[in-house]
């Protein structure tokens, strides 16, 4: 079976040094390839396309609608829009571009403390930019 078949309708790519996003008409993203690719310290790559847990982007019991809306990948860090317009980024934090108030890798996705709502992200070599709207 295909990938595409599997996962249904791809809306969106990024693609960093290494590895491979694909987002998917659900709002699941799928990673693969080798680097820091959202499923913890212990893995290190994946041949085939694995989706990275949604509750690690915001889906739970309390909001099981919420999916991701856009992605985007440095060459070795990667972002993510939920609907909700919460950031989460993770991979190497070279010169914190993660935004997470420090400077170690971060193996999985983790919301960024904002205080706006994240329009669009964008990825660099070693830095991210975000489109924000204020809350007010």
């Known amino acids: 079976m295909s990938f595409t ?23 699941d993203v799928f990673s693969w390839g080798y680097g820091i690719l959202g499923f913890g310290p212990e893995v290190q790559h994946r041949l085939a396309p694995t989706r990275i847990p949604p509750a690690l982007f915001g889906r739970n019991e309390f909001n099981p609608n919420t999916k991701v809306i856009s992605i985007a990948s440095g060459i070795t860090h990667c972002a993510a829009i939920n609907d909700q317009h919460d950031l989460y980024m993770w991979g190497h934090n070279r010169y914190a571009c993660l935004g997470l108030g420090h400077k170690n890798d971060q193996f999985f996705p983790l919301k960024v403390a904002l205080n706006a709502r994240v329009q669009k992200v964008t990825c660099g070599v070693d830095h991210t930019a975000s489109l924000c709207k204020a809350f007010v």
């Open 5 to 27: 078949k599997e996962c249904g309708k791809i809306v969106d790519i990024a693609a960093g040094g290494s590895y491979c996003l694909v987002l998917n008409e659900h709002g």
